[in-house]
């Protein structure tokens, strides 16, 4: 089992910058690729960024590379969501995800991991 608790989220204006941070307990965390996704309301669960467990590999959604950057310090078991010029559309619940099948590249899809936060508001405002 991992427990994931996300913390970081708020209301921030178009254009700011915002960083999500996620901690893990439970079973051994530098062995999971971790993910975040998010939900915006009436929208399906998405993609954000993830990081292998070594944090050798890093993948972004179009919609927010270059802006997005996703980090882990596993000797704190956490792992960050760095967010910057923040748009409307980022709008969401940001979740932090663990994929603890300790793979070499990162999976998209959410039925790829089974740890789940349980999410952390993000608004931002035009």
């Known amino acids: 089992q991992v427990q994931l608790v996300e913390s970081g989220g708020g209301l921030v204006q178009a254009g700011d910058s915002l960083r999500l941070s996620c901690a893990a307990s439970g079973r051994t965390f530098s062995a999971c690729a971790m993910g975040w996704f998010r939900q915006a309301p009436g929208k399906v669960r998405e993609f954000v960024a993830g990081?292998?467990?070594?944090?050798?590999?890093?993948r972004y959604a179009e919609s927010v590379k270059g802006r997005f950057t996703i980090s882990r310090d596993n000797a704190k078991n956490t792992v960050y969501l760095q967010m910057g010029s923040l748009k409307p559309e980022d709008t969401a619940v940001y979740y932090c995800?663990?994929?603890?099948?300790?793979?070499?590249?990162?999976?998209?899809?959410?039925?790829?991991?089974?740890?789940w936060g349980q999410g952390t508001q993000v608004t931002v405002s035009s």
């Open positions: 995800a663990a994929d603890p099948n300790l793979t070499v590249v990162v999976r998209t899809a959410s039925d790829e991991y089974d740890y």
């Open positions: 990081i292998t467990w070594s944090g050798g590999r890093t």
